[in-house]
């Protein structure tokens, strides 16, 4: 089975990632608009919280 996360707030992704198997995170914009922050700011810090290559980016 694999475990994705749905949600944007990157605090809660590194406390779960460490417990947890995740294999990702899922996101739209209504979810990363309750995190108050630029997309731009929230996918780099998701990814980094999850040691996901930087590919995973939209370019």
Same mark, same amino acid.
Request: glycine share 6%; charged share 20%; hydrophobic share 45%.
């Given at each position: 089975?694999?475990?994705?996360?749905?949600? *944007?707030? &990157?605090?809660? &992704?590194?406390? $779960? *990632?460490? &417990?947890? #198997?995740?294999? %990702?995170?899922?996101?739209? #914009?209504?979810? !990363?608009?309750?995190? %108050?922050?630029? $997309?731009?700011? !929230?996918? #780099?810090? $998701?990814?980094? *919280?999850? %040691?996901?290559?930087?590919?995973? $980016? #939209?370019?």
């Amino acid at each position: 089975m694999e475990i994705y996360l749905d949600s *944007a707030d &990157v605090t809660a &992704v590194k406390r $779960l *990632a460490r &417990v947890l #198997p995740l294999q %990702g995170v899922t996101t739209n #914009p209504s979810i !990363v608009a309750k995190e %108050g922050k630029p $997309l731009w700011e !929230v996918l #780099p810090a $998701l990814r980094d *919280a999850l %040691g996901a290559p930087a590919s995973c $980016l #939209p370019r």
